[in-house]
């Protein structure tokens, strides 16, 4: 629901909700959702991060194929946006796609 809500009222309207999700501790963190959380705190929480960085660390977790791929999908949303997160969004699914292909 928060992608929803960001996609529609802009990252501003909805840091803040961001910001409690990907900062409070995770009961399982080995699950792919809370990894990815590493990911999005980059892009979204921490301007001051290298995202092409991010995603590698993203990608040396070891994740499957398919669900990098999966994961891809929210980078795309992310990126239909206007904004600085957006142009984040849009150069880490650049790195990831680019380490993806054959």
């Not at 409690?20 to 892009?43: H, I, M, Q």
């Not at 921490?46 to 960085?53: G, L, N, S």
């Not at 791929?69 to 957006?86: I, K, Q, V």
Request: charged content about 25%; proline content about 6%; hydrophobic content about 45%.
């Amino acid at each position: 629901m928060i992608t929803l809500d960001t996609m529609e009222s802009g990252l501003a309207a909805c840091a803040q909700q961001w910001a409690s999700l990907l900062s409070s501790p995770v009961e399982v963190p080995a699950d792919d959702a809370t990894r990815f959380f590493g990911l999005f705190r980059a892009l979204l929480l921490e301007p001051e991060r290298d995202v092409a960085e991010a995603a590698e660390m993203f990608l040396a977790e070891g994740w499957n194929p398919d669900a990098v791929r999966e994961r891809l999908h929210y980078l795309t949303e992310l990126s239909s946006a206007s904004d600085e997160p957006a142009d984040r969004a849009r150069r880490c699914h650049q790195v990831i796609a680019r380490r993806m292909s054959p």
